[in-house]
Structures are given as structure tokens and as C-alpha cells.
């Protein structure tokens, strides 16, 4: 029986930052003296993104969006806005951004308690879940635990938190490198929100698969845990 949920909240419950992104990318683009598209800059800035968060010390995701958007900064030759104008809309995007199609459904129907497990940094994700008026039994972000999806100890916390073992719930999110393959290494199932309707590759650990997070308490009744 299921009893319990964690749950990703950007591109899960609410919609991700990728157009934010993509514009900030196209003005570095812009304004570079090397030639890169848009399209190069967005894919360079998240692999700096990545690697600033891997970092020792810990790093918000704040930090790690400023730090790797100021390497692709230098990289291109962008002499343009500095990091922190450039990054300005992305930040006031994450205390404010849409609710995902299904989310208002399923947070109708669901019964189960929920835990969020976010890579976001605190005050963000409660300015967010606050600007929508979404309360949840508990939050665990990264900057809690000092580690990002799909380190164990994001998912572990959670299970703390409920008070339930890894077979008791199930986990929820978009990215099929930081939640599903975060969640199975710990031992937990995955329901992969696949909303761009991609194919799912062969080798990674998916559960169950639904579109938006209206399916979900459908699937939470078919496995017993909605009574």
C-alpha cells in the first residue's frame, strides 16, 4: 500500500525555467564576441550549472546559476549585463511561477501525505509554494540536506519526514536523471512525469508513467493508496 508521496516541484508541479533560460542564453548569445548561437549558450550554461552544483562546499542553486553563467560569460566574450542583471528574471521567475496542467486536480483528489523533495533553494520554494496558497506535510530542499537529486540523502530525509519505509511510497518527478534514477538508487519507485511525451530509454528504472499529475491519484487508487 502506498501511504506516502515525495514529490519534485519544478516541471512536476509547477512549470520549469527553460524559456527563462533559453532568453537569458540568446541575449549572452547576442552580445558575445565569439560566434555561438542561443541554443550553444543554454547548452554550456548547464553543464557549468551542473558542475557548480557538484562543488565542495555546498552551493545553492542561486550560487550555482550566477557561477555558471558567468564561466559562459567569459568563455563567449559576453561584455554585455553583468550575471546578476542577466539572472535577475530567472530568480523572480522561481518565487512565481505557473502551476502545471493536472496540478490543481490532483492536489484536489490525493489523500496521501507529501513530502516535496526539491533541488531549490529554500526561500524560493516557499515563495513559490506560498504565491499559489499549496501547503505540504513536509519540504526537504537541497539546501536543507546540502545535496541535489539524485544524491541518496535528498530522498532518505524525506522518507524521515513521513515517518515511512521505502516501500511505502512512491516518488514523482520529471527528470528521469534526478528523480527516477535518484529515487530507484534508493530503493524507491518512480512515476516519471514524462510532459514533453518523450521516449523512454530502455535502461532507466521507471515505474510508473503518467503526463501530468492528474493521473496520479488514479494510479494511487489502483495500488491501494487512497482509501
Known amino acids: 500500500m502506498i501511504r506516502g508521496l515525495l514529490l519534485d516541484f519544478y516541471g512536476t508541479v509547477v512549470e520549469d525555467d527553460e524559456t527563462i533560460m533559453d532568453t537569458i542564453a540568446g541575449r549572452v548569445a547576442a552580445g558575445a564576441s565569439a560566434p555561438v548561437t542561443a541554443r550553444e549558450v543554454a547548452a554550456a550554461w548547464n553543464r557549468e550549472y551542473e558542475a557548480e552544483a557538484d562543488l565542495t562546499p555546498f552551493r545553492t542553486l542561486r550560487?550555482?546559476?550566477?557561477?555558471?553563467?558567468a564561466t559562459v560569460m567569459a568563455q563567449v566574450g559576453y561584455a554585455g549585463d553583468p550575471v546578476e542583471v542577466l539572472c535577475a528574471p530567472q530568480f523572480a521567475y522561481w518565487r512565481s511561477p505557473p502551476l502545471r496542467p493536472g496540478t490543481g486536480e490532483f492536489l484536489s483528489r490525493v489523500t496521501v501525505p507529501i513530502c516535496l523533495v526539491s533541488d531549490a533553494d529554500r526561500a524560493d520554494l516557499r515563495a513559490a509554494t506560498a504565491h499559489h496558497g499549496l501547503t505540504f506535510d513536509a519540504v526537504v530542499s537541497s539546501e536543507d540536506v546540502g545535496a541535489y537529486k539524485p544524491d541518496r540523502l535528498m530522498f532518505t530525509r524525506a522518507l524521515t519526514e513521513l515517518g515511512l519505509a521505502t516501500d511505502e511510497v512512491l516518488h514523482v518527478g520529471d527528470s528521469l536523471a534526478h528523480d527516477v534514477r535518484g529515487a530507484a538508487a534508493a530503493g524507491i519507485r518512480a512515476v516519471w512525469v514524462n510532459r514533453r511525451g518523450g521516449e523512454?530509454?530502455?535502461d532507466v528504472p521507471v515505474a510508473y508513467e503518467i503526463a501530468d499529475?492528474?493521473?496520479l491519484p488514479a494510479l494511487l487508487d489502483d495500488l491501494g493508496g487512497q482509501g
Open 63 to 69: 550560487q550555482s546559476a550566477r557561477g555558471g553563467l
Open 200 to 202: 523512454l530509454p530502455p
Open 213 to 215: 499529475l492528474a493521473a
